[in-house]
Every structure is written in structure tokens, then in C-alpha cells.
């Protein structure tokens, strides 16, 4: 009995070993990486749905059709549109955060090569990981700094019918309402060449996290 017991033991220690790979540090994160690249995809989605509810509401608003109540699904939206880019601010905070944390951990674990063949190969990757990371947090600050400039405006826009709604207010502010729309419109064009770059970097970060 007692021999049966060790035995026991011996196996169920050895069961963590046995039942799933052991992955990295490096690949690991980059794992997490890219199912937060993932997340910051589907954020970016929600935020384009709902800046073309608003593009829609301001139309009609220009249109004078306030049938739908047209002003008050724009705050509503607007509100939305805000929580959606407040998140989308702490997801891409997030990415980055991993991306530094692998390639940190990815440097420290093939800094013991001996061969400088190998060396030279696995830093060049590192180093193109690098570069192609930066080129895309170059464009999500490129169309952040542009969604915060549209942003303003449409909280400009409400704070202005919030205090002035009228059919002579909204013809005087016709040409703020046509800028906003138009530069509604060229942000979701943007936003879908972003959302493409990062499902491509996301294909490249999931290549190497084995999973």
C-alpha cells in the first residue's frame, strides 16, 4: 500500500510537466498580444458603427428631419462613441505594454547564443518585430491625434444645439456640421486601413507565440 501511494505521488507531480507545453516568457506574452490586438480590433469596429449612427443623425438634422429625434440619438451616440475611444485608448496602452514586455523577454532569452550566425539572425528578427510594431503605433497615433480633433468638434456641435436647436441654428451651422461629416467620413477610410494593418501585425505576433 504504502509503495502504491509513492507511486501515486511521483505521477501526479509529474502531471504538470506532462500535460500542457511549456511555452517561453516571450512566446507566451506574445500570445496575450495578440488576443489584445484582437480586442482592440473589435473596439475599433464598435467605434466605427457608432460614428456612422452619428454621421446619419447629423444628415438628418441638416435635412430637418428631426422625426427620429434625431439630436437626442446624437448625444446618445456621441456618449457612446466617447466610452468606446476611452477604451480603445486603454487597449492600445496595453498592446504596447506587451509588445515591450516581449520583445524584452525575447532579447534576454537568446542573449546566450554562442553561435554568431544565429545571433545576428534572431536580432535581425527582433529588430523587424520592432520596426514593424512601430509603424503601426505610428498610424493608431496618427488617427488617434485626428479622432480626438473630430471628437471636439462633435461635442462643440452639441454643446452648441444643446444651448441653440432651432431650424435658423442649424442653418447657421450647416458648414460645421458638413466638416464634421466629411471628416466622419475619411475617418472610418482610416480606421479600416488601421483595423487592416493590425490584423496583419496580429497574424505576424500570433506566428510566433506557437498558439
Same mark, same amino acid.
Given at each position: 500500500?504504502?509503495?502504491?501511494?509513492?507511486?501515486?505521488?511521483?505521477?501526479?507531480?509529474?502531471?504538470?510537466?506532462?500535460?500542457?507545453?511549456?511555452?517561453?516568457?516571450?512566446?507566451?506574452?506574445?500570445?496575450?498580444?495578440?488576443?489584445?490586438?484582437?480586442?482592440?480590433?473589435?473596439?475599433?469596429?464598435?467605434?466605427?458603427?457608432?460614428?456612422?449612427?452619428?454621421?446619419?443623425?447629423?444628415?438628418?438634422?441638416?435635412?430637418?428631419?428631426?422625426?427620429?429625434?434625431?439630436?437626442?440619438?446624437?448625444?446618445?451616440?456621441?456618449?457612446?462613441?466617447?466610452?468606446?475611444?476611452?477604451?480603445?485608448?486603454?487597449?492600445?496602452? &496595453?498592446?504596447?505594454?506587451?509588445?515591450?514586455?516581449?520583445?524584452?523577454?525575447?532579447?534576454?532569452?537568446?542573449?546566450?547564443?554562442?553561435?554568431?550566425?544565429?545571433?545576428?539572425?534572431?536580432?535581425?528578427?527582433?529588430?523587424?518585430? &520592432?520596426?514593424?510594431?512601430?509603424?503601426?503605433?505610428?498610424?493608431?497615433?496618427?488617427?488617434?491625434?485626428?479622432?480626438?480633433?473630430?471628437?471636439?468638434?462633435?461635442?462643440?456641435?452639441?454643446?452648441?444645439?444643446?444651448?441653440?436647436?432651432?431650424?435658423?441654428?442649424?442653418?447657421?451651422?450647416?458648414?460645421?456640421?458638413?466638416?464634421?461629416?466629411?471628416?466622419?467620413?475619411?475617418?472610418?477610410?482610416?480606421?479600416?486601413?488601421?483595423?487592416?494593418?493590425?490584423?496583419?501585425?496580429?497574424?505576424?505576433?500570433?506566428?510566433?507565440?506557437?498558439?
Amino acid at each position: 500500500m504504502k509503495k502504491t501511494l509513492i507511486a501515486l505521488f511521483a505521477l501526479v507531480a509529474l502531471l504538470p510537466l506532462s500535460g500542457s507545453a511549456q511555452n517561453s516568457e516571450s512566446l507566451n506574452i506574445a500570445a496575450d498580444e495578440a488576443a489584445s490586438m484582437n480586442k482592440l480590433d473589435v473596439l475599433m469596429g464598435r467605434a466605427q458603427k457608432r460614428l456612422s449612427y452619428i454621421m446619419t443623425n447629423l444628415g438628418e438634422l441638416v435635412d430637418g428631419n428631426d422625426a427620429n429625434n434625431s439630436f437626442d440619438k446624437f448625444k446618445e451616440n456621441l456618449e457612446d462613441l466617447q466610452s468606446i475611444r476611452d477604451d480603445i485608448k486603454d487597449r492600445v496602452e &496595453k498592446v504596447r505594454d506587451l509588445q515591450g514586455r516581449r520583445i524584452a523577454a525575447w532579447t534576454k532569452e537568446v542573449s546566450g547564443m554562442t553561435d554568431k550566425d544565429m545571433r545576428k539572425m534572431t536580432n535581425d528578427q527582433i529588430d523587424q518585430a &520592432k520596426a514593424d510594431f512601430d509603424a503601426m503605433d505610428k498610424k493608431l497615433r496618427e488617427v488617434g491625434g485626428d479622432a480626438n480633433d473630430l471628437t471636439s468638434l462633435l461635442q462643440d456641435l452639441k454643446k452648441y444645439f444643446a444651448s441653440s436647436f432651432s431650424p435658423d441654428s442649424i442653418k447657421t451651422c450647416t458648414p460645421m456640421i458638413e466638416k464634421a461629416r466629411a471628416s466622419g467620413q475619411e475617418m472610418v477610410k482610416d480606421v479600416d486601413a488601421l483595423r487592416d494593418t493590425i490584423y496583419k501585425q496580429k497574424k505576424v505576433v500570433k506566428g510566433n507565440s506557437s498558439t
